[in-house]
């Protein structure tokens, strides 16, 4: 597939990166994947994450919350930077802002989530501890377009995995985050096709 029909995506972050580590990887790795990540962002301007897309060669950028006084103006410098980009999918990897519906509704259809657990189950945060709690026998995680409501959108793709005995929340997230890896870039090789007007 040539660079202009690559589907031009943006990774947002906040934190260590490994989703987005793995997008990356599969994005540069096959010169057949249907998504190039050109931009990632990130609202906390330390995030290790960033240091990480650099060392892959890949644009970055911190537009940080905090120098913003409301909401609604870090979104509007969020969604200027990824237009000015060029973007056309947002990928949120471990991104921790809550987007309000005016961010949501401007990139809906082109914004995916991953989220840890097996989608309906388990919206929201703590998802493993959750699990264990609830005593299910299979847990994971999902990517979902996003929509105004939290962890609500159309789920495109999940990875099961089983709670084993012994397991608490630190292992049991170990064992989702692994299979997160394989999960979101082959969810987000769909959204780009499914964007390009291909098969779904
Ligand atoms: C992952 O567990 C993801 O499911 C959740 O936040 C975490 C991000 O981890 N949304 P990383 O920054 O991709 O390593």
């Known amino acids: 597939m040539s660079g202009a029909e690559k589907v031009r995506t943006a990774v947002l972050i906040s934190g260590r990166g490994s989703n987005m580590a793995s997008l990356i990887a599969a994005a540069q790795g096959d010169p057949a994947y ?8 990130s609202n906390r301007p330390g995030a290790g994450g960033l240091a990480r ?8 950028d911190a537009v940080d919350h905090k120098a913003f006084p409301d909401r609604e103006t ?12 060029e973007i ?37 945060v703590d998802t493993h501890a959750r699990a264990l ?23 495109i793709d999940r990875e099961t995995v089983p709670v084993l005995p012994g397991d ?3 292992t049991l997230a170990e064992r989702v985050l692994a299979r997160e890896h394989v999960l979101y870039p082959r969810a987000l090789a769909e959204a780009a096709r499914r964007l390009r007007g291909g098969q779904s």
């Open 53 to 60: 897309a650099a060392e892959a060669g890949v644009a970055t």
């Open 133 to 155: 709690a609830a005593g299910v026998a299979e847990h994971g995680c999902s990517v979902h377009y996003v929509t105004p409501e939290l962890d609500a959108g159309p789920v």
């Open 88 to 124: 056309e999918l947002v990928a949120l990897a471990g991104f921790m802002r809550v987007l309000t519906p005016w961010f949501v509704t401007r990139w809906e259809g082109r914004l995916l989530n991953i989220h840890p657990s097996l989608l309906p189950a388990f919206r929201g």
């Open 168 to 170: 608490d929340a630190a």
């Open 34 to 41: 249907p998504a190039a990540i050109t931009l990632v962002v």
């Open 74 to 85: 870090f979104e509007r410098a969020l969604d200027a930077r990824l237009r000015a980009a």
